[in-house]
């Protein structure tokens, strides 16, 4: 399944807005940026996967579809109205999918987002 494109954070503003005027947290592998929109009726996201965190192209890409993956499987645990950045980290090229479903849902945790996940879940 894939995520719908109403689902991606393009706006310059509103990216600036997450990195400046939001809250973040950070774990071995990611890095997450959020910001409250209560005018939105679902979450929106963006991905960020620098040359730092992996050199090469398809190291990058790898990073990406295992996030895009985890917010595929556990996105119905997002709250509706927020936006959602997501910086790699250099440890993430070697992570797999279950340590980057781990720590999504640890920061989501650590955010406040979802109160009913327990936070070693």
């Known amino acids: 399944m894939k995520l719908p494109r ?14 400046t005027r939001g809250k973040s947290a950070s774990s071995k ?6 910001h409250p929109y209560p005018e939105l009726d679902h979450w929106r996201y963006a991905l960020i996967t620098s ?9 990058r890409n790898h990073i990406r579809r295992l996030i895009r993956a985890v917010l595929v499987a556990e996105g119905h645990r997002i709250p509706p ?6 910086i790699a980290r250099w440890r993430a090229k070697d992570a797999s999918y279950e340590e980057i479903r781990r720590d999504i849902l640890y920061l989501l945790k ?12």
């Open 29 to 34: 592998h990611l890095v997450l940026a959020t």
């Open 51 to 59: 040359k730092k965190a992996a050199a090469r192209a398809h190291e």
């Open 81 to 86: 109205g927020h936006h959602l950045v997501f």
């Open 110 to 121: 650590k955010l406040g987002l979802r109160q009913d996940l327990p936070v070693n879940e």
């Open 6 to 19: 109403k689902l991606t954070l393009t706006d310059r503003a509103d990216f600036q807005a997450v990195r």
